[in-house]
T-cell receptor, first 113, second 114 residues
């Protein structure tokens, strides 16, 4: 099993550009999450989804959008990239929300210049 | 609201020494508690978790943690550090609701000296 797969692994964006971070999981998990990780700050939840067609904001949603058209895929869209969005982004999935183990992708390192 | 406090950002131990990484939480309901480990340039993976039942939880790679409700703590320990334990460690808490979410601490970097 591949688990949680994120693409790309690295990306450099110019200020004002847009991009989509892809995330797919093959474990048939209903719950999926996007986090950003900044040095010394831990992981902050951007958006999450409890099933196909259902998404909700996390702690730091500004500047991002998500969609969940299938159980497997949960892309994160950055519109009008800003230097403050320079970060490492992790996608994760779990079987029963916060009660069960979250499985993480390898991360996407994004730099906005 | 739930929260996690991991005091300090860096711990350094000698190989073979005891590892102790501290975690305190706050939660308005009985929590689920987790420790995750992140090796360089990788995602997080679960070390161990406490849900209900036995308060001493054993995880992978010889790590264990004890849930102490009176102290609102869930400290991670390993009797003898190995060089391969060098990584970043995150404590996380969630509440028992159906759509509960994980809240992470800021993480602690563990270095192991030869």
């Amino acid at each position: 099993n591949a688990g949680v797969t994120q693409t790309p692994k690295f990306r450099i964006l110019k200020i004002g550009q847009s991009m989509t971070l892809q995330c797919t999981q093959d474990m048939n998990h209903n719950y999926m999450y996007w986090y950003r990780q900044d040095p010394g700050m831990g992981l902050k939840l951007i958006y999450y989804s409890v099933g196909a067609g259902i998404t909700d904001k996390g702690e730091v949603p500004n500047g991002y959008n998500v969609s969940r058209s299938t159980t497997e895929d949960f892309p994160l869209r950055l519109e009008l990239a800003a230097p403050s969005q320079t970060s490492v982004y992790f996608c994760a999935s779990s079987y029963e929300g916060g009660r069960t183990e979250a499985f993480f992708g390898q991360g996407t390192r994004l730099t906005v210049v | 609201a739930q929260s996690v406090t991991q005091l300090g950002s860096h711990v350094s131990v000698s190989e073979g020494a005891l590892v102790l990484l501290r975690c305190n939480y706050s939660s308005s309901v009985p929590p689920y508690l987790f420790w995750y480990v992140q090796y360089p340039n990788q995602g997080l993976q679960l070390l161990l978790k406490y849900t209900t039942g036995a308060t001493l939880v054993k995880g992978i790679n010889g790590f264990e943690a004890e849930f102490k409700k009176s102290e609102t703590s869930f400290h991670l320990t390993k009797p003898s550090a190995h060089m391969s334990d060098a990584a970043e460690y995150f404590c996380a808490v969630s509440e028992a609701g159906a759509n509960s979410k994980l809240t992470f601490g800021k993480g602690i970097t563990l270095s192991v000296r030869p």
